[in-house]
């Protein structure tokens, strides 16, 4: 059975909602046959590369809020964060546009390394004190996790690398319903909007095991907004 991950690095329900979809799985009887692929989503995918803010002042501009309101936010989800064992920063943390970061989880992928790239750049951008808009900060990680440095800033250098397929994930999302990350498809069946508990991801993947008999898949409405426990807010593509 497949797993589909649609999430973005710059999320902080995707970086939580990782380790509650992994409990989720090691609770599940039969997680050693789940195949789990992680998909491209920005969340700000207009903004220009290498422009980056302070995350606080981010929120507070998108949400209209003030700089403590959008601090109060972060505090919320970084108790979260750090219930699941997660570290987590409030202040000192960029955001910005993610579109490179994707394609290098592409190539990561293509190498079999990819959910090692994926944990070592959210940790990076939530957790430490290295930016993920750096490309040599990419490269970095990308050694880590076990890939080739010269390869990984070729893809970097090179715009075009596997720029179709993260925009063919996100069109896919798109086409699926997704209007908020993470987003969870099981076996082309069944969808799982936010961050949810591990037991109930357990649940889903019990549900989809069980009734595999291929109906088209099951959405089961999207959550709003990041400020909304669980999820990110998809923006409106253009």
């Not at 397929?165 to 997704?178: K, P």
Request: charged residues 30%.
């Amino acid at each position: 059975m497949r797993v589909e991950i649609w999430s973005d690095i710059a999320c902080p329900w995707c970086y939580i909602g990782k380790a509650r979809f992994e409990k989720g799985l090691a609770a599940f009887a039969h997680g050693d046959e789940v195949e789990v692929v992680h998909r491209s989503f920005e969340l700000d995918p207009h903004r220009a590369k290498g422009e980056t803010a302070p995350v606080i002042e981010m929120l507070a501009k998108k949400y209209g809020r003030t700089l403590d309101e959008a601090r109060a936010m972060e505090e919320h989800v970084a108790a979260t964060a750090r219930a699941e064992g997660l570290g987590y920063r409030i202040e000192g943390r960029d955001h910005g546009n993610t579109f490179d970061v994707h394609r290098l989880l592409h190539l990561a992928r293509v190498r079999g390394r990819q959910d090692a790239l994926l944990d070592l750049a959210y940790r990076a951008n939530f957790a430490e004190e290295r930016s993920v808009f750096d490309p040599e900060v990419l490269v970095g990680l990308a050694v880590e996790a076990g890939l080739d440095a010269d390869e990984a800033r070729s893809v970097l250098a090179d715009e075009g690398a596997y720029a179709d397929e993260v925009r063919a994930d996100e069109r896919e999302a798109a086409e699926l319903g997704a209007n908020a990350v993470p987003f969870f498809v099981l076996d082309r069946r069944y969808g799982v909007s936010g961050g949810q508990p591990a037991e109930v991801f357990t649940r889903a993947l019990e549900q989809a095991w069980e009734g595999r008999d291929g109906t088209p898949v099951d959405t089961g409405g999207a959550v709003g907004a990041c400020e909304a426990d669980d999820a990110c807010e998809v923006p409106p593509r253009r």
